[in-house]
């Protein structure tokens, strides 16, 4: 799976390339992500998390 996206912050171009649920290439290096689930629904999302 490939994922070309802007950042949602700064508007920067992101990509990234996943196997398997592995990310095999990632640009820029320094990609954080973050997850839009209340904690207290964590444990129900788990098989997203």
Do not use: N
Request: proline share 10%.
């Amino acid at each position: 799976m490939t994922i070309d996206a802007p950042c949602l912050d700064c508007g920067q171009p992101i990509h990234i390339e996943m196997r398997d649920g592995t990310v095999i290439a990632a640009e820029p290096d320094t990609i954080v992500g973050h997850v839009a689930v209340p904690f207290r629904k964590w444990a129900e999302q788990l098989p997203f998390a």
